[in-house]
């Protein structure tokens, strides 16, 4: 229910004074309401859930906390072979 | 998918796990809030990557699972009208109630529906100004935007034949519930990532200083789960019990402000039953006064309803995080996706079906359990 898939908003409409748009979900494309993302641009990423974009998803942070996790993950492979070695 | 694949490498989550196997000296209990992530953690076997000190025990998100029988066996009376074109959730249709499901209700000539969205319902209604179109609005904060929108759609739009059958409950005080049952053993939570990109955080550090428990906010790819877990157990391991967020490219602090300001419109706060768990004060949200004629529950008076629960089902010890799924005896004999005796053995983040699924369970009594 709290399934959150991210989409990229490739078109920004309005409909009856509504903020809407069209999101790329891996290729496949669904209407969302964008009501509650005044700020998104097309382009972005999105959370969409039940048809709504929920929160921006920033791009500079996700590749951070990768490298982050990265190098987190390089600790735990050196500790991996001192265990097996 | 982008936002997605980069977090579910097999390699990235290996090394994660190693390291929390380094940081973890004694044992810890720790409980993921959303069935979302008990789902992933079982999809993906994280479970099995993790050092036997660190217990994961499965929590009471689960929207479907909790929604209170009462409440079904309303919806179930209500989508039996013949005016009615009664509108859900998938996972809500084979939901039991006392004596059938909305499926049953659908196979008896009920008009029932599901849909993606609560904008579908809406859609529905301004199509058919000659029906009573009622959405079944279930859910945590993640879903509250959404449901809060269409109600307040309908009153602009002046959509009077549209209504919602409200079930809306909130995080927080459930995960406070926990905490201060007796018997308590979760020392740490995994908060539920999308419930936070709605709300925010704000909510948790009273509840990590009150009870002295390390509050991580995290998503719901593996690599995502296996760092709220590693930064839950460092906590631990030093003593020390606030909020962090493990979930940072879709969380802020403060929310999503403009979806909070619609909430905060829409609903206003009041008690709510859990399903096998019981009322929990001021844990949901019910239409606010200006809304209240999009009610479902005041529109149609259905009477006094006689619920009746399943004696076999153990689901609110479930819920709680006191009892695994495997452990119930009903668990795979009596109940299973196709015969379920209760919620969590039917939607897609209950915890039952989640084990039944993906789990590498032995149902208890079984000859390979007694050997």
Known sequence: MCLAIPGRVIEIYEASGVRMGKADFGGVTKEICLAYLPELQAGEYTLVHAGFAISRLDGETARETLRTLEELGQAGEERDDEVSG | ?371
């Not at chain 2, 459930?174 to 939570?189: D, H, I, K, S, W």
């Not at chain 2, 015969?339 to 009594?365: I, K």
């Open chain 2, 1 to 371: 998918m982008k936002y997605l694949d980069e977090f579910r490498g097999g390699p990235l989550a290996r090394r994660l796990a190693a390291e929390i196997r380094a940081a973890a000296t004694r044992p810890w209990t720790l409980m993921e809030v959303c069935g979302g992530q008990t789902h992933s953690i079982l999809r993906y076997g994280l479970h099995q990557l993790l050092p036997r000190e660190v217990e994961l025990v499965h929590g009471p998100g689960c929207p479907v699972c909790v929604t209170p029988l009462e409440l079904i066996d309303k919806a179930l009376a209500i989508a039996a009208r013949p005016e009615v074109i009664f509108c859900s959730f998938g996972d809500m249709l084979r939901v039991p109630g006392s004596g059938k499901d909305l499926f049953r209700v659908r196979a008896e000539g009920g008009d029932v529906r599901v849909v993606y969205s609560p904008l579908d319902a809406l859609k529905l209604a301004q199509r058919h100004p000659d029906r009573e179109v009622v959405f079944f609005g279930i859910g945590f904060e993640t879903t509250g935007p959404a449901n809060a929108m269409a109600v307040r759609l309908a009153k602009q739009q002046g959509v009077r034949n549209f209504s919602m059958l409200v079930s809306q409950v909130m995080a927080p005080p459930a995960m406070e519930a926990v905490l201060a049952a007796p018997g308590n053993r979760v020392q740490a939570f995994l908060a539920a990532g999308h419930v936070c990109a709605v709300m925010g955080c704000a909510a948790y550090p009273p509840l990590a200083q009150r009870y002295g428990v390390p509050v991580v906010v995290t998503g719901f790819e593996p690599a995502d789960l296996l760092s709220g877990i590693l930064r839950a157990v460092r906590q631990l391991e030093r003593g020390e019990a606030f909020v962090e967020n493990a979930y940072e490219r879709a969380v802020r602090w403060e929310g999503n402000p403009e979806a909070r300001r619609v909430l905060a419109e829409v609903f206003e706060v009041t008690d709510r039953s859990w399903r096998g768990i019981g009322v929990i004060p001021r844990s949901g949200w019910r239409l606010a006064a200006a809304y209240r004629e999009f009610d479902a529950e005041v529109r149609f008076d259905v009477g006094r309803l006689q619920t009746q629960e399943s004696p076999l089902c153990h689901s609110g010890a479930v819920l709680q995080g006191a009892l695994k799924p495997p452990q119930c005896p009903a668990f795979g004999r009596e109940c299973t996706p196709r015969t379920p005796l209760g919620a969590t053995m039917v939607s897609s983040e209950g915890a039952c079906a989640a084990y039944y699924r993906y789990g590498d369970f032995v149902p208890a009594g079984s000859v390979a359990a007694s050997a």
